[in-house]
């Protein structure tokens, strides 16, 4: 074993005394795990199926292509393993898991990123994709906020299509019933504008959603909408507290009351290709917002998933456009 002198002890201490009180103060909160199997990819989904496991599915390939591959990734084994494709190509997927069973509910498809509503329910222990009541056709898009509440998952806004609306809509489905739920008070229906590529998830009762643009890609917003899912009658509401760097297409990851925000994309500053390295958080108690250190590696177009109270994000474009990397990193706040 090998001796360590005073000063590499501290050394030793300062990298591994986790959890840091002080995320700002170093960036070895992030780690480089095993590179995404599919390639450099973006517009993927991810979620995590249960306390070691997580999937990503579909997802825009660099080379070019929409693909249906997903890959389970195994977090004490650092390995990937490919299981059974979506019955069609997706990209933008509206996903989330409830009871260990991951939910597709529509996202984009094809080569010209249609919106759909075709949804499936996987289940791990089969390895099957089993189709389920479609969102309604008129709701259909892709890069909805998701959150689960109970046994309902919930969406707010998203984009028609590709180059198609930012939209207002909230749909929730019910896994238990197997249907969408029709009764959603007006107040609630609705965010209070148009978003797409915006971030947020639920925390208690507390459905938020976090920036996103409205239109064109750099009509970035900061806005913090929230709606109370055990008040629904009383809608949604503006919070006080704004993003310091406006931004859509960013990933979001929620550990405590806190919402994490990460990279993005719409930046007039062309440094990294119109992408941010911009890594902030959202306390949901205090409603206010604090910068984060950087991202190792900024990006958009990824997607955040928390196990554990560790944020992993598989994937991502490095710049606007095709540019997008494999590379697989996991923050620790
Ligand atoms: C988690 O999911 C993986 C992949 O489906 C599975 O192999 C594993 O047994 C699951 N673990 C638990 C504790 O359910």
Same mark, same amino acid.
């Given at each position: 074993?090998?001796?360590?002198?005073?000063?590499?002890?501290?050394?030793?201490?300062?990298?591994?005394?986790?959890?840091?009180?002080?995320?700002?103060?170093?960036?070895?909160?992030?780690?480089?795990?095993?590179?995404? =199997?599919? &390639?450099?990819?973006?517009?993927?989904?991810?979620?995590?199926?249960?306390?070691?496991?997580?999937?990503?599915?579909?997802?825009?390939?660099?080379?070019?292509?929409?693909?249906?591959?997903?890959?389970?990734?195994?977090? +004490?084994?650092?390995?990937?393993?490919?299981?059974?494709?979506?019955?069609?190509?997706?990209?933008?997927?509206?996903?989330?898991?409830?009871?260990?069973?991951?939910?597709?509910?529509?996202?984009?498809?094809?080569?010209?990123?249609?919106?759909?509503?075709?949804?499936?329910?996987?289940?791990?222990?089969?390895?099957?994709?089993?189709?389920?009541?479609?969102? =309604?056709?008129?709701?259909?898009?892709?890069?909805?906020?998701?959150?689960?509440?109970? #046994?309902?998952?919930?969406? /707010?806004?998203?984009?028609? !299509?590709?180059?198609?609306?930012?939209?207002?809509?909230?749909?929730?489905?019910?896994? /238990?019933? &197997?249907?969408?739920?029709?009764?959603?008070? /007006? #107040?609630?229906?609705?965010?209070?504008?148009? *978003?797409?590529?915006?971030?947020? &998830?639920?925390?208690?009762?507390?459905?938020?959603?976090?920036?996103?643009?409205?239109?064109?890609?750099?009509? *970035? #917003?900061?806005?913090?909408?929230?709606?109370?899912?055990?008040?629904?009658? #009383?809608?949604?509401?503006?919070? !006080?507290?704004?993003? +310091?760097?406006?931004?859509?297409?960013?990933?979001?990851?929620?550990?405590?009351?806190?919402?994490? $925000?990460?990279?993005? @994309? &719409?930046?007039?500053?062309? $440094?990294?290709?119109?992408?941010?390295?911009?890594? @902030?958080?959202?306390?949901?108690? %205090?409603?206010?917002?604090?910068?984060?250190?950087?991202? !190792?590696?900024?990006?958009?177009?990824?997607?955040?998933?928390?196990?554990?109270?560790?944020?992993?994000?598989?994937?991502?474009?490095?710049?606007?456009? %095709?540019?997008? $990397?494999?590379?697989?990193?996991?923050?620790?706040?």
């Amino acid at each position: 074993m090998m001796l360590l002198n005073p000063i590499s002890l501290s050394l030793f201490w300062a990298l591994t005394s986790i959890p840091f009180t002080h995320a700002q103060s170093t960036p070895a909160a992030w780690k480089t795990l095993a590179a995404v =199997p599919a &390639g450099p990819i973006h517009e993927h989904a991810a979620v995590a199926l249960n306390s070691s496991h997580l999937a990503i599915v579909g997802g825009v390939l660099e080379r070019g292509g929409v693909i249906d591959s997903v890959y389970i990734y195994s977090i +004490p084994q650092d390995t990937w393993k490919k299981v059974t494709s979506l019955p069609i190509t997706i990209n933008h997927a509206n996903a989330a898991v409830v009871d260990g069973k991951m939910y597709i509910l529509g996202g984009m498809t094809g080569a010209a990123w249609n919106g759909t509503p075709r949804s499936w329910v996987y289940d791990p222990a089969t390895d099957k994709w089993t189709a389920i009541a479609s969102m =309604p056709a008129s709701e259909a898009r892709g890069s909805a906020v998701m959150g689960v509440y109970g #046994k309902v998952i919930w969406l /707010a806004s998203g984009k028609t !299509k590709s180059g198609g609306e930012s939209v207002t809509w909230v749909s929730a489905f019910d896994t /238990a019933s &197997g249907k969408w739920l029709t009764d959603i008070p /007006a #107040k609630a229906k609705n965010i209070p504008e148009g *978003r797409d590529h915006g971030g947020g &998830g639920i925390i208690g009762s507390k459905f938020y959603q976090l920036g996103g643009s409205l239109g064109a890609i750099e009509n *970035r #917003k900061d806005t913090v909408f929230v709606l109370d899912l055990e008040d629904l009658g #009383k809608g949604w509401v503006t919070a !006080k507290g704004k993003m +310091p760097t406006p931004r859509r297409g960013f990933a979001t990851g929620i550990v405590g009351g806190k919402i994490y $925000t990460f990279g993005g @994309e &719409g930046n007039p500053d062309r $440094t990294y290709g119109g992408v941010f390295k911009e890594a @902030e958080v959202y306390d949901t108690v %205090t409603d206010t917002w604090a910068a984060l250190p950087a991202m !190792k590696l900024p990006r958009h177009g990824s997607a955040a998933v928390v196990v554990d109270g560790n944020i992993y994000i598989p994937g991502g474009g490095t710049a606007m456009g %095709t540019p997008a $990397t494999a590379v697989f990193d996991v923050y620790s706040p």
